[in-house]
């Protein structure tokens, strides 16, 4: 598969147009919801942009692409550590360019479905039952960093969790999980008693707004290969836990549990326990 200069120049201009319209439109941007997705989901990880011309199963040109902040940036020509692809009709990024100023001033018209279908959006599911916060149903359980490993596993056995939200000053700094207790605490030989929470915390947490559609959360689900999200209300604060169980057990399709269990499991070689 080989690139152009005149495709590396469409590239760059097509993302120049779409990163403009999001930087002057960003309070009322339409795809609010689908670019604070991607930061979620793509954040400094590459993924491969795939050219075609009629035939989607003929991409002709390969492009490395990455979300950096609230930009969209080229990476380099070819596959490069990509951790997936999406493809992209060539007439399409040549309308944008030629219209550059209309779709600046109309983000709307910009068409992001090779994004959406990644996030799980490309189904029109808006119904309220649908959403993050319909899930939730209980108060966020928590725990102080230096909290004792023993007080915090035994409010987990009380709660029936296998994980507690670790909050600093009313901040997410980590969660804790049942796998955390065994991988570090137990099989690394340390005292529960004497060791605190933020010894063994999971760091990297990942937060969802509380109007996510359950799809979209999903997606990041399976994308990051992680069980449980922390849910965030409308004020950024911790609203609450969504888990895979939630929607396993709250959802009356079951398949998307499914799907996503399975896809956590097929990243993970085999183990759907990651935290």
């Known amino acids: 598969m080989t690139t152009t200069n005149n495709d ?68 380099a020509e070819g596959k490069q550590n990509a951790a997936f692809s999406c ?13 550059r100023q209309e779709y600046i001033d109309h983000p709307e018209r910009l068409d992001w479905e090779w994004l959406k279908s990644r996030l799980g959006l490309g189904r029109d599911s808006k119904d309220e ?28 056995r009380d709660s029936n969790l296998g994980a507690l939200a670790v909050l600093d000053g009313g901040r997410a700094i980590g969660m804790l999980t049942d796998r955390d207790l065994a991988l ?18 999971t760091r990297d947490v990942l937060c969802c707004p509380s109007d996510l559609t359950v799809d979209a959360a999903a997606a990041i689900m399976q994308e990051r290969s992680v069980r449980r999200l922390l849910v965030l209300d409308s004020g950024n604060k911790s609203a609450g836990m969504l888990s895979l169980d939630d929607l396993a057990t709250q959802l009356p399709d079951k398949r998307l549990a499914g799907e996503t269990l399975a896809r956590i499991a097929a990243k993970s070689g085999g183990s759907a326990a990651a935290p």
Request: hydrophobic share 45%; aromatic share 8%.
């Open 184 to 201: 570090r605490v137990i099989a690394g030989g340390m005292d529960p008693n004497l060791t605190v929470v933020e010894e063994v915390m």
């Open 8 to 75: 590396t120049t469409l590239l760059v201009e097509y993302l120049d147009v779409c990163n403009t319209a999001m930087a002057a439109q960003k309070d009322s941007f339409p795809h609010k919801q689908v670019l604070a997705l991607s930061k979620l989901v793509f954040g400094g990880r590459n993924f491969s942009l795939l050219f075609y011309d009629e035939d989607s199963d003929l991409p002709n040109a390969c492009y490395t692409v990455r979300f950096s902040g609230d930009q969209l940036e080229l990476v």
């Open 87 to 99: 493809k992209v009709k060539r007439d399409y990024l040549r309308s944008v360019v030629e219209r």
């Open 129 to 156: 039952s649908e959403l993050v916060s319909e899930l939730i149903t209980r108060e966020l359980e928590w725990v102080a960093p230096r909290t004792s490993v023993h007080e915090a596993a035994m409010r987990m």
